[in-house]
């Protein structure tokens, strides 16, 4: 069952009704200023930071859901209705969201009036700018009334939803009835007479006929709710004015419309900064400075600036989406690979693990490996931005090559809170590193000098902190030769340290029992699969010694891997504290483990070759997948391990307190399913890695949105799995490591087109699904316009003409900035 379908000419995702499963979000902004909008216009709007800079209020858990967003409400000869739907909820005769990239537009429409309201942050604007089309769509005259409405959160999100005592006494507004461009503005100044510099001001493009600012007159008593909104309906604002309790902003226009006729009306909700020394407008310190604001309500002070902003946002994706591009037979894989996925990856870029409708915004900070990881997702899209980035994660590093596992945004520093400890992040860094080079070529972000944990003086070449990453793995090995795992590997679930019993206890930060000797298998296998990105980059910078020391080190790990990392038909997960296997056929649960298969068979352990070159069928690297296959398959896509845990095993930490079939444990966790689908191009095995691949992604999954329940343009973290009650059904959606896996996946492995050191790799391997293809990269300047005949038999790889020359291998060289390369490959 879908709720409403792609228009992909639009790139928009079109809703049909009010009543999806769940609200269907979409994220406006890319610079400082950002808002989530569901589909109903719920959410709310932060500047930089979601916790320490909330502008709008939003209730999360609330009842019904969803509720907390920018409301117009209209009057219309004394029936009230909101076009959005919520909060009232009064039957629409049309509703329709579409939700592009980086607007949305929701339209309603309800006894001949339809309002449309497209929502957008400006580039280079701190403020949502929405555009409010009324139309007369009846044949008589209308006289109709709107309200708008805005919420403002005390800035402090978390203070906000618990320090009552002191919120319920401080909030403060100013009234402008006419701005100097014409229209009316409210501001909110709450926390502004003393340390806060900033405010907010909420204001429409023409002169009011009255506003309010005090929730509880215009919703009618403590007792209303949204949907009761009193001042609607009573069809005139009644000029309220907040002081402490809760602010608002709404005003109020009277439109008078002919049959057929329109008005249009521009409401901005921005945040504005002033100097200390310039912070009031008079003598006595009572009246805010509202110069930027001015400058900014005049800037959107028509339709036509509006018009245009949204214009130049248009013309800035297009500009984005268009260094990745594919042309095929399959219109839900064009539909992701151009628009979706690469959206997805922006926003996880924007938001990191902050805001979503599952994170609240004021619970983590920026994760060590979620960021190094989201970076190979957006990468192609804002390589300079992804170069700051890199540099601000190696900040938070720490000399022995550790690193602090999150740090917060604002500050940039290190988190305390959560500190080191989890041993994969060392490599992460490599695998970011690696990733943009590649990209990108520039070599001279090895040379930049990059502090520990941000301490003035300590600044060495970035390459010293992937050295420190590499060594830091190969001297902390465990009795079998693997890399001691510590808090967590990147399953953050499997505290093989923990031995909680505590209710409450962090998993990730308790360590009851040290000194342990648990190893991880997956961290042995990302150890050689980016060891060889280390090993590379210390060649290429002519430190031969150190390359062939780290060679025998990643050599080393490997063969422990296969020693000691092998169970008979897939390899281990991990030798918990006591020195016991896990993730061993000879348990009657949690037997086998995702992870391990994918990153081994990525980073080419266990992968036999005959003399021909093909993969021979009894390699481990081909039982492991066949074991995936097998035993972690289910039609919503691959569970993380099977069979799910059904007791809490202290030994192995959270991953057992989820109940069967849910998140880690036993969950279709979307963020490793990539990693299997690499790896079955690693065998030549195509058809499977797509199979796998339509099974998790959203387009393919549309027609099944009332299992699914989530937004079927983006990926969501977990899918419950096959043990679940709820089998199918998405939690999680949009910000999830996921998003970058699967456009590696697909972009690079799958569709073939991927860019090494020195050379673009031409290797398609998506099976007979796909016959044949185009895609258009641009790369360090260059176009490459890769066109696939593909047969997709199994093992087979391509043949490549480059410029109408056949060449050897699937390797192409980079060609100059401004040159266009036609390569045909077939296969
Ligand atoms: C979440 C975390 C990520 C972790 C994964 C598996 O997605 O953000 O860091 O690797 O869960 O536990
Ligand atoms: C990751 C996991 C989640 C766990 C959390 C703890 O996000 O997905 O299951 O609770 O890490 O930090």
């Not at 938001?351 to 920026?366: H, K, N, P, Q, V």
């Not at 690193?403 to 945004?409: G, K, L, S």
């Not at 001279?444 to 003035?456: K, S």
Request: net charge negative; aromatic share 12%.
């Amino acid at each position: 069952m879908q709720f409403g379908h792609f228009d992909d000419d639009a790139r928009e995702y079109v809703v049909t009704t009010p009543l999806t499963p769940y609200p269907w979000i979409n994220y406006l902004g890319s610079e400082r200023f950002f808002s989530l909008l569901s589909h109903l216009g719920g959410g709310y709007s932060f500047y930089r930071d979601a916790k320490m800079r909330r502008l709008t209020r939003y209730r999360y858990n609330n009842i019904p859901t969803d509720e907390g967003g920018r409301y117009l409400f209209v009057h219309d000869a004394g029936d009230v209705w909101t076009p959005t739907w919520q909060p009232v909820r009064a039957e629409l005769d049309h509703f329709e969201a579409r939700h592009g990239l980086g607007y949305s537009t929701i339209t309603g429409e309800r006894g001949g009036l339809r309002v449309a309201t497209t929502f957008l942050v400006p580039l280079g604007e701190d403020a949502e700018v929405q555009k409010v089309t009324v139309t007369n769509v009846s044949d008589a005259p209308k006289r109709v009334s709107l309200f708008s409405f805005v919420e403002f959160a005390l800035w402090n999100a978390q203070d906000d939803q618990t320090n009552y005592q002191r919120n319920l006494s401080i909030g403060e507004v100013e009234v402008e009835e006419a701005t100097p461009s014409g229209g009316s503005a409210i501001y909110h100044r709450t926390e502004y007479r003393e340390r806060r510099n900033h405010y907010a001001v909420f204001g429409v493009n023409e002169r009011a006929a009255g506003f309010d600012t005090d929730r509880e007159t215009f919703l009618g008593g403590p007792f209303a709710s949204f949907a009761d909104a009193a001042v609607p309906r009573s069809g005139a604002s009644a000029n309220s004015v907040a002081s402490g309790w809760y602010p608002i902003g709404s005003h109020s226009v009277d439109l008078e419309l002919a049959p057929g006729e329109s008005h249009e009306l521009v409401y901005v909700l921005g945040y504005l900064e002033n100097d200390v020394e310039h912070k009031w407008a008079d003598e006595a310190h009572q009246v805010v400075n509202k110069e930027g604001a001015h400058a900014l309500l005049a800037r959107f002070a028509t339709p036509a600036a509006f018009d245009a902003a949204h214009e130049a946002l248009r013309e800035h994706w297009n500009g984005l989406l268009a260094t990745y591009t594919v042309s095929s037979s399959d219109e839900k894989l064009d539909r992701m690979v151009n628009v979706w996925n690469q959206y997805q990856c922006m926003v996880t870029f924007n938001m990191s693990r902050s805001a979503s409708y599952f994170e609240t915004g004021i619970g983590r900070g920026m994760g060590f490996r979620d960021s190094n990881q989201d970076l190979l997702g957006f990468v192609h899209l804002v390589p300079e931005r992804a170069r700051e980035r890199i540099i601000d994660i190696a900040s938070t590093q720490f000399p022995d090559g550790s690193a602090y596992h999150q740090y917060q945004p604002l500050t940039k520093r290190g988190n305390d809170d959560i500190g080191s400890g989890f041993n994969d992040d060392p490599m992460w860094l490599v695998a970011g590193v690696a990733g943009y080079l590649k990209e990108t070529g520039d070599y001279a972000i090895l040379d930049e000098p990059v502090p520990f944990d941000n301490a003035p003086g300590t600044e060495v070449p970035l390459f010293e902190h992937l050295t420190r990453s590499f060594d830091f793995v190969v001297s902390h090995l465990g009795p079998h030769g693997l890399p001691l795992i510590g808090r967590a590997d990147w399953n953050d679930c499997l505290n093989l340290n923990a031995f909680s019993t505590e209710p409450g206890e962090s998993f990730q930060t308790t360590e009851n029992k040290t000194g342990g000797a648990a190893e991880s298998t997956f961290i042995a296998a990302q150890l050689v699969l980016y060891g060889a990105d280390y090993v590379a980059l210390a060649e290429r910078r002519g430190l031969t010694e150190v390359a062939q020391a780290a060679r025998t080190a990643v050599d080393g790990v490997r063969v422990a891997l296969l020693e000691h990392g092998w169970d008979g038909r897939w390899f281990l997960r991990a030798y918990d504290y006591y020195g016991n296997p896990v993730g061993t056929g000879a348990d009657d649960e949690g037997k086998i483990w995702i992870e391990p298969q994918g990153f081994a068979v990525m980073a080419g352990v266990g992968v036999e070759r005959g003399e021909d070159g093909s993969v021979l069928p009894d390699s481990r690297a081909v039982l492991a997948l066949d074991s995936v296959g097998e035993m972690l398959g289910t039609p919503h896509g691959l569970v993380l391990q099977s069979p799910a845990y059904t007791t809490y095993r202290v030994e192995l930490g959270e991953v057992s307190t989820y109940p069967p079939g849910y998140k880690e444990n036993g969950g279709i966790f979307c963020h490793n399913n990539p990693w299997v689908i690499i790896a079955e191009t690693v065998l030549g095995r195509g058809e499977r890695a797509f199979d796998y691949y339509r099974r998790i992604t959203p387009a393919y999954r549309e027609a099944i949105s009332d299992v699914h329940r989530l937004e079927p343009y983006v990926y969501a973290q977990m899918i419950a799995g096959k043990e679940a009650v709820r089998a199918g059904e998405a939690k999680n959606s949009w910000l999830t490591g996921t998003a970058a896996w699967n456009f590696v996946a697909v972009s690079q492995y799958l569709l073939g087109v991927r860019p090494d050191y020195d050379a673009l790799v031409v290797d398609p391997q998506i099976g007979p699904d796909v016959p044949e293809f185009t895609v258009r990269r641009v790369l360090r300047g260059a176009t490459y316009e890769v066109t696939v005949r593909n047969s997709g038999a199994e093992g087979v790889r391509a043949r490549l003409e480059v410029d109408g020359v056949p060449v050897e291998g699937n390797r192409v060289p980079y060609a100059p900035a401004g040159a266009t390369v036609r390569i045909t490959a077939t296969l």
